[in-house]
């Protein structure tokens, strides 16, 4: 990962919003191509979608929830709309930064705009102006503020279906556009029992709360057009790099060291989202 250290004597910041427009720009032409050599087909964009709700009523909690969720949006907001939006001009500016263009750029943008916006949901946490003395909890990628309302994993993401169905209609009402959740799923510690077989409740509970949240979005009114789970087949968790935190319904035998024979064996909750897939998430019984 890029560090300001690997940088003595010059503007970090400069380097990263650089960085971000030469993606913005190889990603609209990405689109473009793709829509040229398979006309008719989407293409979508991802983020890493955090939900920050408001600590409290006050007012500079709530200001500084949007700001947060400025920063969350502010990719797609490019990819989507095919232009900056002007809270992040006004971000680059305040900086004293210069981003370096090409005049054809602009027209790039706004000809590679993305069919469908996907996400990875995992957790919220709650946002404050001041966090002095409060509680935080650990979370994809940050740390937010703990909320007491919500239960927590064993690595402390505090687990929140209807943060689902929030974000959904968030991030729906925000692009108007068909949305994919392209992650969700729980880490968590999987025992092998004498008999071989794997009972995991815990992670059939939270897919199947979250698979009920989505429902109830569609109800709203959101175009949702898919869904998959993190991740079908246990590997080493890129957050806390073990393979102790595991997400699949296929368990792997190995341990952190990297230890193991490799053999995979099907958990409890392989055969509960095997019929989850095959009814469309009509049949959500264990």
């Known amino acids: 990962a890029l560090i300001p250290d690997r940088f003595p004597g010059q503007n970090f910041d400069q380097i990263v919003y650089q960085a971000m427009h030469h993606q913005m720009v190889a990603s609209a ?3 473009k191509l793709g829509h040229e050599l398979c006309p008719g ?4 964009c991802m983020m890493t979608r955090l939900c920050f709700y408001a600590y409290t009523c006050k007012p ?5 929830t949007q700001q947060r969720m400025r ?3 502010r990719y797609v907001d490019i990819q989507v709309f095919g232009e900056y939006p002007r809270y992040l001009l006004k971000e680059i500016e305040r900086k004293g930064l210069h981003i370096k263009t ?4 602009a027209q790039i943008l706004k000809e590679g705009t993305v069919d469908f916006v996907s996400f990875s949901y995992y957790m919220t946490s709650c946002m404050a102006a001041q966090t002095d003395g409060l509680e935080m909890s650990p979370g994809n990628t940050v740390n937010g503020v703990k909320n007491p309302y919500l239960t927590s994993s064993e690595w402390g993401w505090q687990k929140d279906p209807v943060g ?7 991030v729906y009402d925000r692009y108007q556009l068909p949305v994919f959740i392209a992650e969700n799923g729980l880490g968590a510690v999987d025992k092998v029992e004498a008999d071989g077989f794997i009972h995991d409740p815990y992670r059939i ?6 698979v009920e949240q989505m429902k109830e979005a569609v109800k709203d009114g959101v175009e949702l057009i898919g869904y998959t789970m993190w991740g079908f087949i246990d590997l080493v968790s890129c957050g806390s790099m073990e393979m102790s935190k595991r997400y699949g319904v296929i368990y792997v035998d190995q341990d952190d060291a990297g230890h193991g024979t490799l053999a995979r064996s099907r958990k409890d909750s392989f055969y509960w989202y095997q019929k989850c897939i095959a009814t469309n998430g009509e049949d959500l019984e264990g």
């Open 205 to 210: 509970d939270y897919i199947k709360a979250h």
């Open 60 to 64: 500079e909690d709530n200001l500084a």
């Open 71 to 73: 920063g969350i949006y």
């Open 41 to 44: 087909a989407m293409i979508g």
């Open 29 to 31: 032409l990405a689109v």
């Open 164 to 170: 689902l169905r929030v974000t959904l209609n968030q």
């Open 102 to 105: 090409q005049p054809e750029d």
